[in-house]
């Protein structure tokens, strides 16, 4: 039977989820809390996608991102701190039949997690990897992250943060193999959506970094980007985001960018001042790594079993000539 | 009045010789003028023989002998031995010819060490030169010279390695379906009564740590999950299913030569004539329709998507009529090889009617003997009259047809393969060359000679290739295709030594004169009449006006001295060979060459374009200047106005009302957790006043200083006796 015809037969009968089929729970955060518009935007993915519940998985690490599985009723994996892409990356190349979301936050990525971040850049297996950056540790309430800003004063740098902080846009445009590098803010809920469904459609690694609000621990951080559209940078293109007229007429400040321009990308992530949002690079025919290391062969229980006995017949010991001989006079 | 009788004239006119001057060419072996360079094939570096590339050992299916070495020697040549190599690395090759010339085969390997043996000797260095030139060569398999038994061993072996991908592909599928299949009833098991019962649970940990564990518990434990095990119904598909994957007859469950020797015999798929070939196919439909509707359940099982309820109907229904050819494509095709001498009209018409219904038959017809005199019309030939009729029918629907001269067929090699490969039925016909009239021509050169007269020409019609005739017909490898004849440079030395270049084309007369049965047709002039009243053949033929009369057509011919011969025909070969011109051009517009609807339309265009040419001419001459000239129509020279600005959007709702800019909703909670009634979420989980009286103007404002996106707008209270509401208007000014 043809593809088509299968799906005409599945299609006999209509199947399409609500919302409310993807929502596990009431969610934890704070109230105000930008998360919250991020959980709703890959909710509503899920939606309109009609991805089947039992064909998604969301992981996450450790950080207020990392409780975003738990409220999603598709299967879900909370990993360890700075562990969830390696836990991404196994569950890919296991079942790549599986759509994988990554949610990570600024500390689990940018700083435990920051060499798992570099080679699953490099790895550039298909999934879509949210990065939650409120600045700030917020779970533990107000530490210093990699990316919060120099001088923000927070409990562990009581005089102000020292370091400038991390660029993560910058930093993985400059990985190789980097294949889709976008951005949004959690305060556009459209234009948030518009970019993880881009991401979700990209085959590769799709790194979106989300900037959220952390209305608790730094409710004033991101005031002068909420309040001034003009702060806003949105980057338009007809092979990148399409902006609507709603969202065109409060966000005037607007470059059209081609999302194969490495290098103004670059720069783009590095503008000071200005947040852009958009997709800042996008090449699709970076391979994916999945198809790379793809199995010639099947895995069956038997070729697996077989694998395993080869392996442990080499620590089979046996008896030197001296010891059977001994044991032979006995 | 002096009359004297044309001998020559009254043969061109009746075939006969009478009186003297005319030698008959009968047992004179001659052969076309042209022939003269090729006489010793296998002195020549050309396509053939050809190696059936074993599958191990390359990517390609079949290659050529002299391509082979080149490729060898190709990586020596900066080696400091390398002119050596190579004069060593070619004796070889004229080496292997030689051999095949004189019926010794077997595979390049074998063949290889057979002309290494002979040739030791000959020279200091040469197992040397052997030593090295053999740790090059990389591809094995059959070789196969230009002969009666070439097209049949060619197709076979392609269609052999089409078959062997498709059961490598087949196995795949359903090994990986059987292995997830045989999970689902494992993991069933597991979670059934049996499977968590406290026995089960021992075995399945093993003799070392058995003590540490209360199997008894565990089992309780697990009964209490409450997870059962599969539906008898499912359990029981799923067996079926692999019953199915597992008894299929089509394909060898192991890949390599040896048949799987449990279960039921595998079916066969080469066949002697269509019929059986279609019984065959009728006979096995029951079981085909059965595995696919299996692989069609088992797909849609392992997804976990099966539902007995919502399916069942739909494959109960399921029968012959639900294969289509890219279902049928997944089985092995049907090889038939016919010859076209022994094809009966019902065997024929059974062809056509197998290849229309679009069976997944391959049909090979050979023909040896393509210029056999017509059973219907005497003495009228009858070109291919079987083979190339069927083939020529054929083409135009949904079915694969390739036409070639065996001599083509290397250079078809990707043609034949894809004609293989294409699901759906695919009719190849073949000219060997090896007829028992042109003996003394090499089946090569008879079969080349085919394709150059357009005796047999070939071509290709390739259904998938595109929508049209342009994308889907080609000529491509016939010689010369926009000519009516192709023509070649020709030169020869004349009786005062001299060199004389000619241009030579070559017809199907030339053709025709190394064919014994026409030798009547053909009549040597003596060298002392040569200077008569004559034409070359081509000439005449292109003479379509008919206004050269009374010259006799003749063609050059070789004799086994290589002395050239003119050789005069008769006017039933010249008759013939313009009936073989026009089936060429029918063919050639076919393939869009001198296309008569595209010509007349061409002059048309040529004709008004000249018509304009001329207006604008005669308008300049009056000093106008000429309108939009350089320009492509429709585009204007003036710069494009800017694009209009949008539409204005549409107005806000007046502030006097409470509202939220719901799409800019960031699904905070923030609002909801205030008051549920008055704020709510929409289907997009993105907040909206529900309902504005179910809560205080308070509330609103509070909710709109709340927000952190600040698109709540509480506008105008309602109720001014709201207490502190000169406080609240204050606050919620801001927001409006």
Redesign the interface.
């Known amino acids: 039977?043809?593809d088509a015809?299968?799906e005409c037969?599945?299609s006999?009968?209509d199947e399409r989820y609500?919302?409310e089929d993807y929502q596990g729970g009431v969610?934890r955060w704070c109230?105000?809390?930008?998360n919250?518009?991020i959980?709703?935007a890959v909710?509503?993915l899920c939606r309109d996608e009609n991805l089947r519940p039992?064909k998604t998985v969301f992981v996450s690490g450790i950080g207020c991102s990392g409780r975003l599985p738990h409220y999603m009723k598709t299967y879900g994996f909370h990993g360890i701190h700075g562990r969830a892409l390696p836990i991404a990356e196994g569950i890919k190349m296991a079942r790549p039949d599986l759509h994988v979301f990554v949610s990570t936050g600024d500390g689990d990525c940018c700083s435990i997690g920051a060499a798992h971040w570099i080679h699953a850049i490099r790895y550039n297996m298909n999934m879509l990897v949210m990065l939650h950056d409120n600045e700030v540790y917020g779970l533990t309430k107000m530490q210093v992250s990699p990316t919060s800003p120099k001088g923000l004063r927070t409990n562990t740098t009581p005089k102000g943060a020292y370091l400038e902080p991390l660029q993560p846009l910058a930093v993985t445009l400059g990985v190789q193999n980097v294949s889709f590098v976008a951005q949004a803010v959690?305060?556009?809920?459209?234009a948030l959506y518009e970019v993880i469904s881009m991401g979700f459609h990209h085959k590769g690694l799709s790194f979106v970094r989300i900037v959220q609000?952390c209305?608790e621990w730094l409710p004033k951080q991101f005031d002068p980007w909420?309040?001034d559209p003009q702060k806003i940078l949105l980057l338009s293109h007809e092979r990148g985001l399409q902006i609507s007229?709603?969202l065109?007429?409060v966000y005037k400040n607007q470059e059209q960018h081609d999302p194969s321009n490495l290098s103004r990308g670059r720069e783009i992530a590095s503008l000071p001042d200005l947040l852009p949002v958009g997709i800042l690079y996008r090449n699709p025919s970076v391979p994916c790594y999945e198809d790379l290391r793809k199995l010639t062969r099947?895995s069956?229980?038997e070729v697996i079993r077989a694998g395993l006995e080869a392996q442990l017949d080499k620590f089979t010991i046996r008896m030197t000539g001296q010891e059977r001989n001994s044991q032979g006079s006995q | 009045m002096e009359t004297e009788f044309k001998a020559d004239v009254f043969f061109h006119l009746t075939g006969k010789r009478r009186g003297f001057g005319l030698d008959t060419i009968e047992r004179l072996n001659l052969l076309p003028a042209l022939f003269a360079r090729y006489r010793k094939l296998e002195k020549l570096r050309y396509d053939f023989p050809l190696v059936l590339v074993r599958e191990d050992s390359g990517d390609t299916w079949v290659q050529s002998l002299s391509e082979l070495f080149d490729s060898m020697l190709r990586e020596i040549a900066g080696d400091a031995n390398g002119d050596r190599l190579i004069r060593h690395g070619l004796r070889m090759e004229r080496e292997i010819r030689t051999l095949l010339a004189q019926d010794t085969s077997g595979s390049f390997s074998a063949l290889w060490d057979i002309a290494a043996s002979q040739l030791s000797n000959s020279e200091d260095l040469f197992w040397d030169s052997i030593k090295r030139l053999s740790s090059l060569r990389k591809l094995d398999g059959e070789v196969v010279d230009c002969d009666k038994a070439t097209p049949g061993r060619l197709f076979r072996y392609a269609w052999e390695t089409v078959q062997r991908k498709k059961a490598h592909r087949f196995r795949e599928r359903v090994n990986r379906l059987a292995t997830k299949l045989s999970d689902i009833l494992r993991a069933g098991f597991a979670r059934s009564e049996e499977g968590r019962s406290p026995q089960m649970l021992r075995a399945s940990v093993g003799s070392g740590y058995e003590q540490s564990f209360d199997f008894e518990t565990m089992s309780r434990l697990l009964a209490r999950s409450g997870s059962d095990g599969l539906t008898r119904e499912r359990s029981r598909r799923v067996q079926w299913l692999l019953s199915v994957l597992q008894s299929q007859r089509f394909f060898p469950a192991q890949s390599g030569p040896e048949w799987r020797d449990e279960g039921a015999e595998l079916y066969s798929f080469a066949f002697e004539n269509c019929a059986s070939a279609v019984e065959a196919y009728r006979e096995r439909l029951p079981n085909m329709v059965e595995l696919t509707k299996a692989l069609a359940i088992a797909d849609l099982e392992i997804e976990g998507r099966y539902e007995g309820s919502r399916h069942d109907a739909f494959f109960e229904e399921f029968g012959a009529e639900n294969l289509d050819p890219s279902e049928a494509a997944l089985f092995p095709d049907y090889l038939v090889h016919l010859n076209a001498h022994r094809l009966s009209a019902v065997e024929a018409a059974t062809v056509a009617e197998a290849l229309s219904a679009s069976l997944p038959v391959k049909v090979l017809v050979q023909t040896d003997n393509i210029v056999a005199p017509s059973p219907l019309v005497d003495g009228q030939l009858a070109f291919g009259l079987r083979s190339s009729r069927i083939a020529s029918s054929m083409i135009g629907g949904e079915i694969y047809v390739l036409q070639s001269s065996s001599s083509a067929l290397f250079q078809l090699r990707d043609r034949i393969y894809r004609g293989m490969e294409n699901s759906g039925p695919a009719l190849f016909s073949v000219f060997s060359g090896a007829s028992e009239n042109t003996s003394h021509v090499p089946p090569y050169l008879a079969a080349a000679a085919a394709m150059e007269s357009r005796a047999f020409p070939t071509f290709v019609y390739d259904p998938s290739a595109g929508r049209d005739w342009a994308s889907r017909f080609s000529l491509e490898v016939n010689p010369q295709v926009e000519a009516d004849w192709p023509l070649h440079d020709f030169s020869y030395e004349d009786e005062a030594h001299q060199r004389v270049p000619e241009n030579y084309a070559f017809t199907l007369v030339d053709f025709l004169g190394c064919d014994r049965r026409y030798a009547r047709d053909f009549a040597k002039v003596p060298r002392s009449a040569w200077e008569g009243d004559f034409l070359g053949v081509p000439e005449l033929l292109n003479n379509e006006t008919g206004t050269i009369h009374n010259r006799i057509p003749y063609v050059l011919m070789l004799d086994e001295n290589d002395v050239l011969q003119k050789v005069i025909v008769d006017d039933k070969l010249i008759q013939e060979a313009r009936h073989c011109r026009e089936m060429w051009r029918s063919l050639q517009e076919l393939a869009g060459i001198h296309n008569s609807h595209a010509d007349r339309l061409l002059a048309r265009e040529r004709k008004a374009w000249e018509e304009q040419l001329r207006h604008e001419a005669e308008a300049r001459g009056n000093g106008q200047m000429p309108a939009g000239r350089g320009t492509a129509p429709g585009l204007s020279t003036s710069i494009a106005s800017p694009p209009s600005p949008p539409a204005e959007l549409k107005t806000a709702p007046p502030s006097d009302e409470a509202y939220i800019e719901t799409s800019r909703c960031t699904s905070c909670n923030e609002c909801i957790n205030l008051n549920k009634k008055m704020f709510a979420y929409n289907s997009e989980k993105q907040a909206f006043i529900a309902d504005r009286d179910a809560g205080s103007y308070r509330q609103l404002v509070e909710a709109a200083e709340s927000c952190p996106v600040s698109i709540i707008h509480p506008g105008k209270p309602r109720n001014p006796d709201e207490p502190g509401m000169e406080e609240l208007v204050k606050r919620a000014a801001p927001f409006l």
Request: charged letters at 25%.
């Open positions: 039977m043809r015809d299968r037969l599945l006999m009968y609500a919302l969610p109230t105000g809390c930008g919250n518009a959980l709703t909710q509503r039992e959690d305060w556009i809920p459209e609000r209305p909420v309040r007229p709603a065109a007429k099947l069956s229980t």
